[in-house]
Every structure is written in C-alpha cells, then in structure tokens.
C-alpha cells in the first residue's frame, strides 16, 4: 500500500463517489456558483478547515499542520450551458441564466463535478489525517474557468496576500482517456485560446428585394468560409492553430433580410507569433468581407482569452516519477499538449512558482473501443466513470501533494 492509498479509507471513497453525483446533478454556470461554493465552504467548516471567500464564488480552505512546505491544489468548480443527455441517473435538471439573460440547461459537461470531488476528499484526508504530513496545503476551489475568469478574479481579490504563498500549484482535469490513466505533457500543456464575438451589420429589406439589401448572412457565409484558409494558408505547417466558427446567428424569418449577422469565434494556438498571424488574419478577412459587400464597418469584441498553460519542466519530471510510484509505470504517459485551455497557470505565473498539471482519465476501454465517437468534453454525452476515474485523481493528487508535505 502507497502513502496516499493508506489515507483514502472506505469511507473517504463513499463520500468521494456520493460528492461527485450531488455535485454531477447540480451544476452552475460560470461566476455563479453560488451553491457549489456554498457545499464546499460547508464541508470545509465541517473539517475544521479555515476558509474564505475569493473572487466572487471562489472558496479558498488553508489547512495548517505545522512546520513545514506549502503547496497548493486548484479544482474548477463551474459548468457549462449544455442540455445534457448522458442517460445517468443523477444527470442534471438544472438551468441557468446566461449573461445576456437567456436562459439555459446547465451541465457538468466538463467534469468539474469530478474535480470539486477529488478535492473534497484530498481535503478529508489531509484534515483527518495530520500525523501523515507537516507544512501548509491552500486548496483553491476556483469559479469561472469556462470564461477564463475566475483565476484572475482570484488572484485580483488578493489570493496569494491572504493564503500563505506556495512553491507550487497543482491541479488536474479529466480527459477522455483511459480511465484509470493519467498524461501529464511536459512544457506547453494547453493551448491559449481566443474567443472573438463579430458583428455584421447589413441593411434590412423584405426578401423579394434584395437589391435594396446588405444581405449579412451572404456577408457573414463568406466570412465563414475565407476563415478557413486563415490557418492553412498562413501558418506555418509545423505550428498548431485552429479557427473554429461556433455560432452565427441571424435572422427571424425566411422573407425578412435580417439588419445584422453575429459570429461567434475560437481560436487556440500555442506560440505567441502564430497567434498574432491568426488574430490579424481575421480580422483582416472580416474587413475585406466587409468592404466587399460594401457593408458598414463590422464590430469585432473579445469576449475572453485565456493564457497558455505551461508546466515546468523540472517539477513535471519529478511529479511524473511520484505519479508512476503511486500509480504504477504503464498508468502514467508523458502526452502531447491539449489543444484545449485553461487559466490554471494564472494562479502560479501571478507569483512566479511552478505549475504542474495533469490529465484524469474518465472513460473504460469499451467506450474507447467503441464504434461510436468517444464523447469528449464539452459534449452532452460526456459521463467519465466514477470509478476508477475518481480513485485514480484523489491518489495522483494526494501522492503529489505528499511528495512536498509528507513525512
Ligand atoms: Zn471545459
Ligand atoms: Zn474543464
């Protein structure tokens, strides 16, 4: 038995696995985690862990032991605006009101039910166990990552002024891998991502008059489509970058040209220059576009960005020896990294310490092997399996966190 398997009891587990599905079946949209901050602040009190408030919905827990290291661990706590079809018994029935006052399904269609879990029960053990470890754990409960928000709300509400500092923050998120598996991809870990909200304006006119028209759904077609030669006709091959139009909205009936066309974009590379190509190329497409259908000047906004997530080299080998201990040689792979983003790595670069942060494995080796396309995160079908999945994140997590502050 390792260090981290004789602080997990039967008990510990129970709970683990009865968090995630309470949690599973009341997500909460981005900034408005009310209730989960809530339920974690609460078992918090319950531990004897001192706690506080951090950057709206965000809950920071301190647990003292003592002399001794500090280290830090992250779990994201938000959901996603997705109406969920898992077919589990404990899916989601929640809804929620987005920013512009539509209201939503809510779904933890990301797995940060399984994160807040992990990290419940990392918290149990390290609060119930004290004889096992000395220093100081700050467990960052953080709102907001869908919108690469709440890490930099965190850090602007005095984080690290009113929790001890650490030598290195920790995390980790579940991936459609094998569950049971963890990739831990040294350097670069994930992409940076942009996303962009466009809007077209034409000039309405009835549909039997198109000569009295700007069309911005014609506009906003060849918007779409030039965007697609951005990437390949601009970066360089080598490099990674990626354009993806996710919304366009337009129009309320088929005999009425609509006044105005809305796209909503994301753009993920992984080096600084590849990104300026890819920004300025777009927007260089919508202005042509643009003066092509002699339209007035579109309107472009950023509605987020999130930083690269990069791990530090030197900690990531020492974290992925530690993970190997735990787990054993053939569960633990060094990946490429994600294409997906985060704004985890803002709560270390804010104060200059080492990030390292790993990939949870969620699905069994049937859904992998499956016919079907294998659900990913952000898909209404995306159900990692508890177990092992929950298992292998609370003992990686606790094995790496030893590793500092065990004794
Ligand atoms: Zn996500
Ligand atoms: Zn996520």
Redesign the pocket.
């Known amino acids: 038995m390792t260090p981290a398997q004789s602080l997990i009891s039967e008990e510990l587990r129970e709970q683990l696995e009865a968090d995630y599905r309470h949690l599973h079946a009341h997500p909460e949209l981005s900034m408005q985690e009310h209730q989960t901050a809530a339920y974690v602040e609460a078992r918090l009190t319950e531990l004897g862990v001192e706690h506080f408030r951090c950057g709206g919905t965000g809950v920071v827990g301190v647990i003292r032991n003592g002399e001794g290291p500090t280290v830090a661990y992250r779990a ?1 706590t ?1 959901g996603l605006p997705i109406a969920e079809d898992t077919g589990l018994d404990w899916s989601s029935q929640a809804t929620g009101t987005l920013p512009d006052g539509t209201q939503t399904p809510v779904m933890h269609g ?3 039910d399984t ?1 807040v879990a992990v990290a419940l029960a990392l918290t149990r053990a390290l609060a119930e166990r004290r004889e096992a470890w000395a220093g100081t754990v700050v467990m960052v409960f953080q709102p907001g ?2 919108i690469a928000a709440g890490a930099e709300a965190m850090v602007a509400d005095g984080l690290w002024d009113r929790a001890p500092r650490p030598e290195a923050v920790y995390g980790q ?2 991936m459609p891998h094998l569950t049971g598996t963890i990739g831990l991809p040294v350097g670069t870990a994930m992409a940076m991502g942009d996303s962009w909200q466009v809007t077209l304006h034409g000039r309405q006119a009835h549909g039997s008059q198109p000569h009295n028209s700007i069309d911005p759904i014609v506009l906003g077609s060849h918007v779409v489509t030039r965007l697609q030669s951005v990437v390949s006709r601009s970066v360089d091959p080598r490099d990674m970058a990626v354009v993806t139009v996710g919304t366009f909205h337009a129009g309320t009936k088929e005999n009425i040209i609509p006044q105005t066309a809305v796209l909503g974009l994301n753009v993920r590379t992984f080096k600084e220059h590849v990104r300026d190509t890819v920004l300025s190329g777009i927007r260089r497409t919508v202005e042509g576009e643009v003066l092509a259908s002699g339209a007035p000047e579109a309107r472009i906004e950023e509605l987020n960005r999130f930083p690269a997530c990069v791990n530090d080299p030197e900690e990531s080998e020492r974290v992925l020896e530690v993970l190997r201990a735990e787990l054993g040689e053939d569960q633990v792979k060094v990946i490429k990294p994600v294409s ?1 983003s ?1 704004d985890v790595g803002v709560l270390a670069t804010a104060i200059g310490v080492p990030l390292v942060y790993w990939f949870n494995g969620g699905h069994p080796q049937e859904v992998l092997d499956s016919d079907q396309p294998v659900p990913g ?2 898909s209404p079908h995306f159900a990692p399996v508890p177990q092992p999945t929950l298992d292998t994140g609370l003992r990686a997590a606790l094995a790496v966190l030893l590793s500092r502050v065990g004794v």
């Open positions: 994201d938000d990301c797995g940060h994160h990552e869908e998120h579940v997906g985060e995160n952000h």
